[in-house]
Each structure stands twice: as structure tokens, then as C-alpha cells.
């Protein structure tokens, strides 16, 4: 058994640990509430956005597939994905949920996939597993910008456009509460008519307004497909960081409760070992008094 001093060791260590564990709680929290409102406030922009695609598609004379390239489907030879990650660790199993994600899915592809990673976990990952990486961008923040991630939206619609890859996915962690945060895998390109729906809990639900357009509904597209991209992929990156700071403070919270629990145990653990001292230390007292006693 060790003995108190060297108990007493492990309890200033653990102690110093805790401490550590509620401050990075405390920030985790507070950049937590931050992003989560950043989240919140993009959604009108992003339901009044599809608002007006969904009236696009559904206006268009002719096909959907020929209206703009973004919504053309093709033979599929090779697969994009936009791989989100945290660029830090210590929160909890996010970023093996989301690696395990990627991988999943690019195993069970019949064709090529290649990689963007948006964070270095993401990246190190992908690279240690030795699978082709298209791209990289690290370090953006704990609250990122649409200007922060232009030159993925910028990357990613080139590469679509001039056929380097045929379809794009999004692999990123979907904010639910603070508790919950599930790992999400989204097609972006080609884009489906089918995903400007309007949410049936929105007010505007089933009161779309009528829109005319000019010059014609082709024009119009062109320019606000990019921008559906643009604001898929911020959109994505809001979310991301708000679960990884919800995922950092559940983490470190439940990581100061160990270390309570810890404290505890080898608070228990120090008293038995002084009490076996004490003990043993009036044993050899009345040991040597018997032994006066006899002589």
C-alpha cells in the first residue's frame, strides 16, 4: 500500500487536475451559448433562402437538370467529401463519432473518394489512413466566418464545375442540445430539388410568397445556387462548433466529477493508511514498555 505522503501526492495532483477541468468547463460554456445564438440567428436567412429555391425549381419551363449545373446529375466517378472536425480534442467521443463517420462512408463507396478537411483532427485522421486529401483549411476559430470559409465554398464549386469530382457530401456534427450531438452525412452537390422544402414548424410554412423574376429564372439561379453552397457549408461549420463546445464542457464536467470521486477515494485511502501507522506506531510504544516491564 502507498504510503500517506505519497497519497497525499496523487490528491494535490488530482486536485490541481480538477481545477483545470472546471475552468476549461466554465470557458466550454460560455463559448458554448455564443455559438449555439450564432446557429439560431442564421437560420431565417437559410429557411428565406429556400424559400425562394423552392419557388426557382418549381418555376423553371424546363428540367430541373438543365436550369444550372449545380442540379445536373451525372455518372458518379468520384466522390468529394467535406470533413468536418474539431481542432482540438478533449470533447468527449465528437471527433471519433465524426472520423468514424468518413471512414464509414468512403469504405463503403464503390468509387474513389477524396477528402477536404475543415480541422486538424479531421486531417491528421484522414492522413494517417493514408486516403487522398484534396484540400485543407485548419484553424478556424472557435467562431468561424462565411469570409473563413470561402476557399472551401470556392474549392469545392470549381471542382464540381470543371468535373474533377461528381458528387460532394458534407460530414459534420449536427447541434441537437448540449447533451447531444450526432454526426451527420449530407449531400451538397448535386443539389436535389427535393431539399428546398420549407420546415412545416416555421411560420412562414404554407405561405410562400409569389415571386416574379428578372431577367429569367436561369439568371437568378446562378447566382443564388452559390450562395445555397456557401451557406450549406457555414451553416455546417456553425453547427460543428457549437457541438464541439457542448461536447468540451459535458466532457470536462464529467471529468471534474471523476476527479471528486477520486479525491474521495483516496481521501478514504489516506486516512487507512494513517490509521495503519498510528496503529503500528502504538504497538511498537507498548511493545517496548512490556519489554521495560520484563527486564
Known amino acids: 500500500m502507498p504510503n500517506t505522503r505519497q497519497i497525499k501526492q496523487r490528491m494535490n495532483s488530482v486536485s490541481n487536475t480538477s481545477r483545470i477541468t472546471s475552468a476549461m468547463e466554465l470557458i466550454a460554456g460560455a463559448k458554448m451559448r455564443r455559438a449555439q445564438q450564432r446557429v439560431v440567428e442564421s437560420r431565417p436567412?437559410?429557411?428565406?433562402?429556400?424559400?425562394?429555391?423552392?419557388?426557382l425549381t418549381s418555376s423553371g419551363s424546363s428540367g430541373a437538370d438543365d436550369l444550372h449545373p449545380f442540379l445536373e446529375k451525372r455518372e458518379v466517378?468520384?466522390?468529394?467529401?467535406?470533413?468536418?472536425?474539431?481542432?482540438?480534442?478533449?470533447?468527449?467521443g465528437l471527433n471519433s463519432n465524426l472520423n468514424k463517420k468518413a471512414l464509414e462512408f468512403a469504405t463503403n463507396e464503390v468509387n474513389p473518394v477524396s477528402f477536404f478537411n475543415v480541422g486538424k483532427k479531421g486531417r491528421d485522421f484522414i492522413s494517417r489512413r493514408e486516403l487522398e486529401i484534396m484540400g485543407e483549411q485548419i484553424d478556424n476559430g472557435d467562431f468561424p466566418t462565411p469570409e473563413d470559409l470561402g476557399n472551401v465554398s470556392s474549392k469545392v464549386m470549381e471542382d464540381y464545375i470543371d468535373g474533377s469530382v461528381d458528387r460532394v457530401f458534407i460530414v459534420y456534427a449536427k447541434f441537437v442540445n448540449t447533451a447531444v450531438q450526432t454526426p451527420e452525412l449530407r449531400q451538397l452537390l448535386p443539389i436535389e430539388p427535393s431539399q428546398f422544402t420549407v420546415d412545416s414548424d416555421t411560420e412562414d410554412a404554407g405561405n410562400i410568397a409569389s415571386y416574379e423574376y428578372e431577367p429569367d429564372v436561369?439568371?437568378?439561379?446562378?447566382?443564388?445556387?452559390?450562395?445555397?453552397?456557401?451557406?450549406?457549408?457555414?451553416?455546417?461549420?456553425?453547427e460543428n462548433a457549437a457541438s464541439?463546445?457542448?461536447?468540451?464542457?459535458?466532457?470536462?464536467?464529467?471529468?471534474?466529477?471523476?476527479?471528486?470521486?477520486?479525491?474521495?477515494?483516496?481521501?478514504?485511502?489516506?486516512?487507512?493508511?494513517?490509521q495503519e501507522t498510528i496503529t503500528s506506531e502504538l504497538?511498537?510504544?507498548?511493545?517496548?514498555?512490556?519489554?521495560?516491564?520484563n527486564e
Open 77 to 92: 466517378k468520384k466522390t468529394l467529401v467535406i470533413h468536418f472536425t474539431p481542432d482540438r480534442g478533449l470533447c468527449g
Open 45 to 55: 436567412y437559410s429557411a428565406k433562402l429556400l424559400e425562394v429555391l423552392t419557388d
Open 283 to 293: 504497538l511498537d510504544l507498548v511493545g517496548g514498555v512490556a519489554a521495560l516491564e
Open 218 to 238: 436561369e439568371s437568378v439561379l446562378g447566382s443564388l445556387l452559390p450562395r445555397y453552397v456557401e451557406m450549406q457549408i457555414y451553416q455546417a461549420a456553425l
Open 244 to 274: 464541439e463546445q457542448s461536447a468540451r464542457m459535458v466532457a470536462m464536467r464529467q471529468a471534474t466529477d471523476a476527479a471528486g470521486e477520486m479525491i474521495e477515494d483516496l481521501n478514504l485511502e489516506y486516512n487507512k493508511a494513517r
